[in-house]
């Protein structure tokens, strides 16, 4: 399993386009093969910087997003958009985790 985050600051007066933006890369990239979750979300602390959390079955499955649609349009459309400010990726195993007393913290 893959997971990472990246961070994104949109350019002034581009954060509605930025949006539409991720809002199209989401809907482009969840029904790809090994796409366990795909979001982005703006932050708490400012409406220019939008957060993507992914979460790839493997490696091989991330690789083949590289060569889709969905992200070679996503960085062809970024540069008048905004920037990436951050990016961190973490690889583990498949293994899901069940809290001590076996539901959520809801």
Known sequence: ?????????????????MLAL???????????????????????YTDTQFILFEVWES??????????AAFLNFFRDLPALGVGVEYK?????NERYIPPNGKPWW
């Open 1 to 17: 399993m893959i997971v990472i985050e990246a961070i994104f600051e949109a350019f002034e007066g581009k954060a509605d386009a």
């Open 22 to 44: 991720c809002q199209r890369t989401v809907a482009d990239t969840l029904p790809e093969k090994g796409c366990l979750v795909y979001r982005f979300a703006r932050s708490m």
């Open 59 to 68: 490696e091989a499955d991330l690789k083949a997003h590289f060569e889709r």
């Open 89 to 93: 990726a973490w690889q583990g195993n």
